[in-house]
């Protein structure tokens, strides 16, 4: 069993930064497969990003190039940094781990990007 905590979240103007955190109660050395998943009202919760323990990483389309997802198996941290926010990207921000058999989530952080 893992918890998950995230926090950055915040209000960004258009074309602004954010940095967002996903601390583990526990060491996510062994947690092959992290990521962020995203919710906007009215819409399904999305992938945004997904990181294996060994760094591998896939992104959505939509925010490829300005979105770049990270790992410290040290720290037992999950990052997100944010760059060039787009209206479009205002959603509450999940972190994910998956261990087999079980999906855990974050309780959220809330992104405004105002236009």
């Known amino acids: 069993q893992v918890q998950l905590v995230e926090s950055g979240g915040g209000l960004v103007q258009a074309g602004g930064s954010l940095r967002l955190s996903c601390a583990a109660s526990?060491?996510?050395?062994?947690?092959?497969?992290m990521g962020w998943y995203r919710q906007a009202p009215g819409k399904e919760r999305d992938m945004v990003a997904i990181?294996?323990?060994?760094?591998?990483?896939n992104y959505a389309d939509s925010v490829k190039g300005r979105f770049t997802i990270s790992r410290d198996n040290v720290k037992n941290t999950l990052y997100l940094q944010m760059n060039s926010l787009k209206y479009e990207d205002t959603a509450v921000y999940y972190c994910?781990?998956?261990?087999?058999?079980?999906?855990?989530w974050g309780q959220g952080t809330q992104v405004t990007v105002s236009a």
């Open positions: 994910n781990a998956k261990i087999p058999g079980h999906n855990y």
């Open positions: 990181i294996t323990y060994g760094g591998s990483t």
């Open positions: 526990r060491s996510i050395s062994n947690i092959n497969l």
